[in-house]
């Protein structure tokens, strides 16, 4: 599998139409989320795609730093929901559907969501999407990190846990036109249609990662599946289940 190719990608979504409307693009930069927040500032429209193939400045869920090397997609969109901010949270859960539907697409197996953000192939992270809202100025910003060939020299607390495209798409496959159809797939689920922000729940819970039990915001069970506000439904014991709206997934074994 070669590489990405940044300005091809470009040339693949212009081809393919759809809602994304612009694609600023950097060799290296701090932070997509931060480039797409002040173009969101300065009047850009939902559609408006930052993409780079490393940032030094990345992070992840609750400020945590990311990890972005080269050798990866990192990007972010401007969305401008019509609907509520209390309904944005569910951006996440939708992008995560919507490129775990398009990884597989591309040939890739064993592909799951771990709730609320991550994706996984083969039990390990291929990707994280994070969503932060701006609901003062009017916007959200959906970020994208995806493993596309990793530097095998990883750092330790990474390297066990992380994998990468190039391990698990077929050897014809090209990385470029898959990372042009994730972010596509992406932009058409998450920008605003006729319907608004809608969450299919049976197909969000397809892809849950169910392998193991695991615990969140204090509760343990199975996960069972996806609501149509983007809740973790998990089993606990006793034959109930319980809705989880945030928090933190681990597994039940390490606690």
Same mark, same amino acid.
């Given at each position: +599998?070669?590489?990405? @190719?940044?300005g091809r990608l470009c040339t693949c979504l212009?081809?393919?139409?759809?809602?994304?409307?612009?694609?600023?693009? #950097?060799?290296t930069v701090g932070s997509t989320q931060d480039e797409a927040a002040s173009l969101a500032r300065a009047g850009a429209p939902a559609g408006t795609l930052v993409v780079a193939a490393a940032q030094t400045a990345g992070r992840g869920r609750?400020?945590? &730093?990311?990890? &972005?090397?080269?050798?990866?997609?990192y990007a972010s969109l401007v969305l401008r929901p019509a609907e509520p901010?209390?309904?944005? %949270?569910?951006?996440?859960? +939708?992008?995560?559907t919507a490129l775990a539907e398009a990884l597989s697409g591309s040939g890739v197996l064993a592909v799951t969501v771990k709730w609320p953000n991550d994706v996984l192939v083969g039990g390990r992270k291929v990707a994280g999407l994070l969503a932060e809202s701006h609901?003062?100025?009017? #916007?959200?910003?959906?970020?994208?990190?995806l493993n596309v060939l990793l530097d095998r020299d990883l750092p330790p607390g990474i390297?066990?846990?992380?994998? @990468?495209l190039g391990s698990h798409? %077929?050897?014809?496959?090209?990385?470029?036109?898959?990372?042009?159809?994730?972010?596509?797939?992406?932009?058409a689920a998450c920008i605003d249609g006729s319907?608004?922000?809608?969450?299919? %729940?049976?197909?969000?819970?397809?892809?849950?990662?169910?392998?193991?039990?695991?615990?969140?915001?204090?509760?343990?069970?199975?996960?069972?599946?996806?609501?149509?506000?983007?809740?973790?439904?998990?089993?606990? %014991?006793?034959?109930? &289940?319980?809705?989880?709206s945030m928090g933190e997934v681990s597994d039940a074994r390490g606690d």
């Open positions: +599998m070669e590489a990405l @190719d940044l212009a081809e393919a139409g759809g809602r994304i409307q612009r694609i600023v693009v #950097f060799g609750v400020g945590r &730093s990311w990890h &972005s090397p080269s050798g990866g997609m901010p209390s309904r944005w %949270p569910v951006l996440a859960v +939708m992008a995560g609901a003062e100025d009017g #916007f959200a910003v959906l970020g994208l990190g390297r066990d846990i992380a994998t @990468d798409v %077929p050897a014809t496959a090209d990385a470029t036109e898959v990372c042009a159809g994730a972010l596509a797939a992406i932009a319907t608004g922000l809608v969450l299919d %729940p049976l197909r969000a819970s397809r892809w849950l990662d169910r392998s193991r039990e695991v615990a969140v915001a204090g509760v343990r069970g199975w996960p069972a599946g996806i609501t149509a506000e983007g809740e973790l439904v998990l089993d606990v %014991p006793g034959g109930t &289940s319980v809705r989880i």
